[in-house]
């Protein structure tokens, strides 16, 4: 188990440095990094390029987190069948790191909520309704991203540690805190990540959707 859930990170981390914005833009002659906010994700890269680039790039980041966990889902299924939820989180998060800080680019990417979301789907598909809903809801009332972005990663906490506590993932034992933990993980990351767009929310300075960053 343990050669299983480093095998998962690992690979998810190289999955996870696919950077498909970075990659879109350097086919259109830009560093998206070196434009808007800075960084690599879908929010900036529809911002600087437009919808096309936004959504080719959310899906990509979209898929490679998806494909990754199915991949370790179907590896550990037969042998590991009770705590296979917690290997494919592993892949999920390994995942949302190589995004977040892919070696090949000084470890300056995105800040994972396209791949948090492929996790989510890949995982935890249950609690992609309620979270959908949330992200709508804030960006169409607030035009906030990044409010709609962090309430996702709090509805997935919530959702998963209790499903997972109703029996409903099929987890047992001492795995299913581990499983709680590892989803811990994922909020904390992802509310770190947003710490800038937290405070210019509460300064009342945030970027607004369809607003170029400042």
């Given at each position: ?47 600087t390029l437009g919808w096309k680039a936004g959504a080719v790039t959310f899906l990509g980041d979209l898929f490679k ?150």
């Amino acid at each position: 188990m343990i050669l299983a859930r480093i095998l998962a990170l690992v690979c998810g981390y190289f999955f996870g440095t696919f950077q498909t914005g970075y990659i879109y833009g350097k086919c259109h002659g830009i560093d998206i990094r070196e434009h808007g906010s800075g960084n690599s994700g879908t929010t900036n890269t529809l911002r600087t390029l437009g919808w096309k680039a936004g959504a080719v790039t959310f899906l990509g980041d979209l898929f490679k987190a998806i494909i990754v966990v199915v991949i370790f889902h179907f590896i550990y299924i037969n042998t590991y069948p009770e705590c296979v939820k917690c290997i494919e989180l592993y892949a999920g998060f390994g995942a949302v790191l190589g995004h977040n800080f892919p070696w090949f680019l000084k470890f300056k990417g995105g800040k994972g909520i396209a791949c948090t979301a492929g996790v989510i789907l890949a995982v935890c598909p249950i609690a992609a309704p309620v979270c959908l809903i949330l992200f709508v809801w804030a960006v169409v009332i607030t035009r906030y991203v990044s409010l709609g972005s962090i309430l996702v990663v709090l509805a997935y906490l919530v959702q998963a540690v209790i499903f997972n506590h109703m029996g409903w993932l099929g987890i047992t034992g001492a795995y299913a805190v581990e499983f709680d933990v590892l989803v811990a993980c994922f909020t904390a990351m992802a509310v770190w990540r947003h710490k800038a767009n937290i405070k210019r929310l509460l300064n009342g300075t945030e970027n607004k959707f369809g607003q170029k960053a400042e």
